[in-house]
């Protein structure tokens, strides 16, 4: 719809004209006659998620709003549309209307978490002066990125009526900084055999997946293979891992049978029991457990590096940065005041800085979740987590990050073969005003007594300068003029 005159007062709140959206010249309402927009808004929606419900979005977001603000990733990539547009919006720096909509800009991402996650890499290697703020639509199977923010973890409506209500959520909504994390796989080149990530699926969202860097990228090293990514949510190793492959491989065969969310969860859990994931310790041998595939460390914020001790049951691991995981689950809970003067252990933040450790012995220990108050096997709270992967251990593992798993081989005759994760700067979010996800800074984040857990299964003993993006835009230049942010300013610290 480009006739803005015809637009209700609600919907002008959200409308771009087109010649901030593009430098075509448009014949639409001249920028006098349009009002400032209180929420100006880029809409990218997957339109092949949630089965038919992204195509019948896309079609009520572009009834309701200017069809050329709406955008289908399977036509055209975000770094792409964001490039065109902040260039176009530096050609406008003199105009009053353009630089109101660059200050206030918002952005609604409909998908799947690798979606969301791709709109989220996208945006931190632009490095823009001002960068959207993301409100994500649940279009996945897990959705456990728009869940940690308020905005559910069901497949929405495509109605008109729904559309509206979930854009009233946008106006209203707060900006929250979530921290980033910039994952970095490094091997020796193998002598015989592949070593690059098999995934299950052909991902559109690849810019910013885990992926084999270029010869001329700072993190390549001669004789080495390096890969790289970077993840919002979690990045997992071990069964969990294994069985989202399995679905997504499964889905890949037969996508007829995926079209419906509840089918997609049954699906899930039936896949984990064919795998051996209720009877672990039966099916799958101990070699395959954490504590004999990799030795794990962790560092605290002033770069000391320790060993993390894994019981030897753990055969699956969690690195979590929000408290949502498979469909809305929090796994690391909020210990009790004992455990954090213990061992020195606080709720999980999104914006201090640290990542959440987390084990699982097998599903029924993952049903835990599923009680009040439940939560896994607290390992560490770390700033930066490095797998070694043990000589011959393996040819194989399973990895996942922010929904999107993948087989990853291992060469047996390599001692070298090591994953790091490292926080890597914030991204802008918008959330819901009673989010489950906290900050540290935030003085209305409870933290009463009966928000604490009181399970007492945490049988653990106690416990650079290269990182500076995530691939995702590359080639994305902008002018000079501010081109930068620094959002990786006022960290809360932790004792260690």
Request: charged residues 25%; neutral net charge; hydrophobic residues 35%.
């Amino acid at each position: 719809m480009d006739d803005y005159n015809s637009l209700s007062d609600f919907l002008k709140e959200f409308y771009i004209p087109t010649y901030v959206l593009s430098p075509e010249p448009s014949s639409e309402t001249p920028a006098l006659a349009i009002a400032p927009p209180q929420s100006p808004v880029l809409v990218f929606i997957n339109s092949k998620s949630g089965g038919q419900l992204g195509g019948e979005l896309l079609l009520t977001y572009r009834s309701l709003l200017n069809d050329n603000q709406v955008f289908d990733l399977g036509v055209e990539t975000p770094d792409k549309v964001l490039r065109r547009i902040y260039l176009n919006l530096e050609k406008l720096k003199d105009d009053d209307l353009a630089c109101h909509i660059r200050d206030k800009l918002k952005i609604i991402v409909a998908g799947g978490d690798g979606t969301a996650g791709w709109l989220l890499g996208v945006v931190c290697d632009l490095k823009l002066s001002h960068p959207p703020p993301i409100a994500t639509v649940p279009l996945g199977t897990g959705n456990n990125l728009p869940f940690a923010f308020g905005w559910g973890k069901k497949n929405p409506g495509t109605d008109r009526t729904s559309v509206e209500l979930f854009l009233d959520q946008v106006l209203k909504a707060k900006e929250m900084k979530i921290d980033n994390w910039h994952i970095l796989m490094r091997m020796k080149a193998p002598k015989e055999g592949p070593c690059d990530p098999l995934a299950p699926l052909e991902l559109p969202h690849s810019l910013h997946a885990f992926h084999r860097v270029s010869p001329t990228d700072e993190l390549n090293k001669e004789g080495y293979h390096t890969f790289r990514g970077g993840f919002w949510n979690y990045f997992s190793l071990g069964m969990d891992a294994q069985i989202s492959y399995a679905f997504h491989s499964e889905r890949k065969l037969h996508p007829e049978k995926f079209k419906n969310q509840l089918v997609n969860q049954s699906t899930y859990v039936k896949l984990g029991c064919t795998q051996g994931w209720f009877c672990a310790s039966l099916f799958h041998p101990a070699s395959r457990n954490i504590a004999q595939l990799a030795k794990v460390k962790i560092a605290n914020k002033n770069g000391q590096w320790h060993d993390l001790h894994i019981p030897h049951s753990i055969r699956s691991i969690v690195c979590l940065n929000l408290p949502s995981f498979s469909g809305g689950l929090n796994p690391w809970g909020t210990p009790n005041p004992r455990k954090q003067r213990d061992r020195d252990l606080t709720p999980p933040f999104v914006d201090d800085g640290f990542i959440e450790v987390v084990g699982f012995r097998n599903a029924w220990h993952g049903l835990v979740l599923l009680a009040p108050k439940g939560h896994g096997t607290r390992l560490a709270q770390a700033n930066r987590v490095r797998f070694e992967f043990r000589k011959g251990a393996a040819d194989h593992t399973f990895m996942r990050m922010d929904g999107e798993p993948w087989k990853q081989p291992l060469p047996m005759d390599d001692e070298t073969v090591m994953v790091e994760i490292s926080h890597l700067g914030q991204v802008n979010m918008l959330a819901t005003h009673d989010c489950r996800s906290k900050s540290v800074y935030d003085p209305s984040t409870p933290r009463h007594q009966d928000e604490y857990d009181d399970n007492e299964d945490d049988s653990v003993a106690e416990e650079g300068e290269e990182y500076r993006k995530f691939g995702a835009a590359d080639t994305f230049k902008i002018p000079d003029e501010g081109k930068h942010i620094n959002n990786s300013k006022g960290r809360a610290s932790r004792r260690n």
